[in-house]
């Protein structure tokens, strides 16, 4: 997975570093949003706004932003999938999202500028599986989606079992 961060903000290094330093069970790729690098791979992304939200992008070319963003982020660490299965439910998006907004409030606030641009917000929106032609309102994780009111398989699989096996609590 990518996950295109602001190289300008002070708090989004370092959650790359902490994310760096984690083990990850599903690689993490990070590249400066709005970069060269990111315009050549992700032609079709809004880069504007990938400067002023975490964005994800599946190598399945899923795109996830804001807290969205941040569950698919802990869904590839090994020992906080469980976290994630919390946060991708109703409840748990709630506090997820207000997390986010806390984040894109402090930031806002020890920046004057963003990205060198005055009266630029971070915005704390998002929906996650958007791809750039079509938008879903599920919230898949790992091999299952949220529908609004259960957990449902994404698609069979032939893999052995392993912890996704059974669907996220919540």
Known sequence: MTV?????????RHVRGWLERQWQLVPLEFVPAGS???ARRFPDL????TL???TVISDVGEVYEASDAWLVCL???????????????PTGAR????AVLAAAKWREATSPTVNGKEGVRPTAQG????????????TPVGPWTWNGKSWQ??????????EHCAPPPG
Do not use: M, N, V
């Open 127 to 138: 929906r996650a599986g958007r791809t750039p032609a079509d938008a879903s309102p599920s």
């Open 36 to 38: 060269a690098e990111a």
């Open 4 to 12: 295109l961060y602001d190289a300008q903000c002070p708090l989004c």
């Open 52 to 54: 002023r939200e975490i």
């Open 153 to 162: 398989p994404s698609a069979p699989t032939a893999e052995p079992c392993g």
């Open 75 to 89: 869904w590839a660490l090994k020992g906080r999938r469980a976290t994630a299965y919390r946060f991708s439910t």
């Open 46 to 49: 809004d880069h504007a706004r």
């Open 95 to 98: 506090l997820a999202r207000g």
